[in-house]
């Protein structure tokens, strides 16, 4: 369908964010950590983000996603279905333009699988975080904290959509 009101040669610049939501599980159903979510600290920010990035062009979302989460992390996910998608706006600090940040399910993993993680050599990562969603809103910046709260919602319920090229399925292994 063309619109009228874009110009076919002047289409909105928007980035594609493609973060994973994973979360812990323990052992033991009593252990308070459980349900945490795996946050990154960035040397760029000043708060926790959930790990992930910017697809490249013509890169699909979900192998953006696994890409970004084992440059960050040293986690190999497949990515295969997306939790929420949030717009933000452009950024005139940064001069980021405006977003679409697709959240994704990374699933959950083990606590041995947390420890084994490393943070890569020259990385722009500077510690990993597990947040509990209990916690959120008070380590969080707001935005982040809804973002994360509705994609756990989506997991729980199973309302995600699957992550499709040409309206097809995918498997996306980083």
Known sequence: MVHSDIPQDSHPERRAGCV??????????DDRRNGSVLLVVPSYKTHPILPGGAAHKGELIGHAAARELLEETGLVRAITRGLVVDQTPANDQSGAPEGINFVCDGGTISTSDAMAMAIPVQSEITAFAWVHPDRLHQELPAYQARRIEAAL?????????SLLFEGETYGAAA
Do not use: F
């Open 153 to 161: 919602t989506a997991r729980e319920l199973n309302m995600g959509y």
């Open 20 to 29: 994973v939501l994973v979360t812990l599980e323990t052992d033991d159903p």
